[in-house]
C-alpha cells in the first residue's frame, strides 16, 4: 500500500485494436488469427496483424501483402458504438471525472476517490477487470502524475497491460524514451530532432528553451521542454467545458457564391477534426455570413441527434448556405464562419451514423493523416489546385 501511496491519480484507459477486438470477441473463429476490418483501407488490425506489419489507415492491398493470411471482415459500427457505451459506463462508474479522448480511450481521475476506495492501483486493477468480465475486451491503462504520463504508460502497456509511473521515478521512465514519444512529435519534427542529433527526451531535456526554439520552433520549442522536464498543466476536463467550437474565413470584398461554398467545405472539415480531437458531438450547426454590403447573417439548425461526423456538419451546413445563395449572388459575400454547439461527451452520448453520413472510422482514419502529416495532407477534390486561405477562429 505504501508503493500505491506514491503512485499518480490519472489513469488513461485505451481499448487495445478496439475494432479488431470486437470482431475476434463477438467471432471466436477468430481469436488468435491476424484480423484486419476494413477493405480498401484498414481500418483496425488485430494484434496478430499487426506484429505482420499492418497499419490503421494502410492501404488493404499494401496490408495483404504483408499478412496474406489475414482475414478481412467488413466494419460493424453499431457493435463498435454498443462496446464504447459500455465501457463507458464503468469508466464514469468509476469516477465522475471521466475526459472521452475517442470512441476507445478515456483519461480519467481518481484522487477524489482514495478515501473511498485506496489508492489508485487497486482501482485501476479492479477497472481491467470489469471491462474484461462484462464487456470481454482488453483495455490497457496507464498511471501517472499527468495525463500526458498516463498515456504514454497505457502505450507502453499494451496489448492488455497495466504499468504505473512512481512519483519518484517520473523523470528516469520519461528521460529513456524515445523522442517520437514525446505530445504533438510526429515525422516532421522527430526529423528535425533527429538532425540535431536528439534521439532521447532526456537529449531535449538538456536543451533550453530557446536551444529547442532554434530546432522546431518557438511554441514547439516551449511546448517539448516543458514535457521533456515533466511540466504537463492540463487536467482531466469532463463534458462541462466549451459549449461552441467554431472557424471563420474571410474572403475579401464580394466573392462569389462557389468560392463561399469551396471556404465553407473546409471550415467544415476544420471543426470537424476539432470536434473528433476533443471527444465530443454536436447537435446544432451555425453558419455565419458577411455579405459585400456589410450585413451580416446568422442561422442555425439543429440534428436529429448529435454527431460528430465531418459529412453531417458539412451537409447542414452547405444547406444553410444555400438558402441565401441569392443574396449572395446579388451582394457578394466577404466572411463565411461554420460555429458546432450543444456539444457533449463522447462516452456520454455515442451514436450511430445518420443516413447518408460518412462511416465515423473514414474521418477517425484521415484525422490521422491530417495529424501525422498535416492539414494538407489530404484535400477535398474540390480544393485541388486552389491556394489555403487563412482562417481565423471564433470561440
Do not use: N
Amino acid at each position: 500500500m505504501e508503493a500505491d501511496a506514491r503512485l499518480g491519480s490519472i489513469l488513461h484507459a485505451d481499448l487495445d485494436a478496439f475494432y479488431a477486438s470486437v470482431e475476434q470477441r463477438d467471432d471466436p473463429r477468430l481469436r488468435g488469427r491476424p484480423v484486419i476490418v476494413g477493405g480498401g483501407v484498414v481500418l483496425a488490425g488485430s494484434y496478430e496483424a499487426r506484429a505482420r506489419g499492418v497499419r490503421t489507415a494502410m492501404g488493404g492491398r499494401q496490408a495483404l501483402r504483408l499478412c496474406p493470411d489475414a482475414i478481412v471482415v467488413p466494419p460493424r459500427f453499431d457493435a463498435y458504438v454498443a462496446a464504447s457505451r459500455a465501457v463507458f459506463a464503468i469508466f464514469h462508474d468509476t469516477t465522475p471525472l471521466v475526459q472521452a479522448l475517442s470512441i476507445d480511450e478515456a483519461f480519467l481521475d481518481v484522487s477524489g476517490l482514495r478515501r473511498l476506495r485506496g489508492p489508485s492501483l487497486p482501482i485501476a486493477r479492479e477497472l481491467r477487470e470489469r471491462v474484461r468480465r462484462d464487456v470481454g475486451l482488453p483495455i490497457s491503462v496507464g498511471i501517472a502524475r499527468t495525463p500526458y504520463l498516463a498515456k504514454v504508460a497505457s502505450a507502453l502497456a499494451k496489448p492488455d497491460g497495466l504499468l504505473a509511473v512512481p512519483l519518484d521515478g517520473e523523470l528516469a521512465f520519461l528521460h529513456a524514451l524515445p523522442v517520437e514519444r514525446l505530445w504533438g512529435v510526429g515525422d516532421v519534427t522527430a526529423g528535425k530532432l533527429h538532425a540535431a542529433r536528439l534521439r532521447t527526451v532526456a537529449d531535449v531535456a538538456r536543451l533550453t528553451p530557446g536551444e529547442l526554439s532554434a530546432i522546431v520552433g518557438k511554441a514547439a520549442g516551449h511546448h517539448l521542454h516543458a514535457l521533456a522536464s515533466g511540466h504537463d498543466p492540463r487536467r482531466v476536463q469532463t463534458s462541462t467545458g466549451r459549449r461552441s467550437i467554431g472557424a471563420q474565413h474571410a474572403l475579401g470584398r464580394g466573392r462569389s457564391f462557389a468560392e463561399a461554398d469551396l471556404a465553407l467545405l473546409a471550415l467544415c472539415d476544420k471543426v470537424g477534426r476539432r470536434l473528433r480531437r476533443a471527444g465530443r458531438t454536436a447537435a446544432t450547426v451555425t453558419v455565419r455570413l458577411r455579405f459585400g454590403d456589410f450585413r451580416t447573417s446568422t442561422s442555425s439548425r439543429t440534428l436529429p441527434r448529435p454527431t460528430e461526423s465531418t459529412s453531417a456538419i458539412s451537409d447542414v451546413a452547405r444547406g444553410l448556405l444555400h438558402a441565401r445563395r441569392a443574396e449572395i449572388e446579388r451582394d457578394g459575400i466577404t466572411l463565411v464562419g461554420v460555429a458546432l454547439s450543444g456539444l457533449d461527451g463522447h462516452g456520454a452520448q455515442l451514436a450511430l451514423p445518420l443516413e447518408g453520413e460518412a462511416d465515423p472510422a473514414l474521418d477517425a482514419t484521415l484525422d490521422r493523416v491530417a495529424e501525422r502529416f498535416g492539414t494538407s495532407a489530404v484535400r477535398r477534390g474540390s480544393h485541388v489546385g486552389r491556394r489555403q486561405e487563412r482562417r481565423s477562429p471564433i470561440e
